[in-house]
């Protein structure tokens, strides 16, 4: 793990009395950013909770096996995550040669969260892992999400087509 970053929540109010304790009580926790490198032991020690958001989140992950994850995040070069009161709320990886491509992967945020800016600050961690920053161009592939991207710089490319060479069912 490269650094924390503490967001989210309501802004922190004083304790004059004013303010409810049934109000206090019920700030929504903050969302804890983790930024790991290439080995993201935090995540492979609660892979059951990668397992669940991308089960619960995303339609092109869902049914990877467990296996599969540790293996799809031992072969990135960056991994950020996004943690809530202990709960893995969002996550997304990037690979790299460090020179020429750079591709971000499995963009995932859970749906209470979404259209919240989480999925957003994910994407700019793995904008500015160094291997990613200094490649000459990032790729990624999105289904539904173009808009999205959009608004982070990405670009479609009309004179590009992607191609698949599907090696399992």
């Known amino acids: 793990m490269r650094a924390v970053h503490e967001t989210g929540g309501t802004p922190n109010q004083s304790n004059d009395g004013c303010t409810p304790q049934a109000e206090r009580d019920h700030k929504p926790k903050p969302i804890r950013l983790v930024l790991h490198g290439r080995l993201c032991l935090l995540l492979l020690l609660r892979i059951a909770q990668v397992q669940a958001l991308f089960n619960a989140n995303s339609f092109w992950a869902r049914g990877r096996s467990r296996t599969a994850l540790m293996r799809m995040l031992l072969g990135s070069c960056s991994v950020v995550s996004a943690w809530q ?33 989480l999925g957003r600050r994910i994407v700019r961690s793995l904008l500015s892992y160094r291997a990613v920053v200094a490649a000459e161009r990032v790729y990624l592939m999105t289904t539904n999400s173009s808009g999205f991207y959009e608004k982070l710089g990405f670009k479609s490319q009309h004179g590009q087509q992607l191609m698949v060479l599907k090696r399992k069912p």
């Open 85 to 117: 009161a202990g709960r893995l709320v969002g996550l997304g990886r990037a690979t790299s040669d460090g020179v020429f491509r750079a591709v971000l992967w499995d963009v995932v945020v859970a749906a209470e969260h979404q259209g919240q800016g």
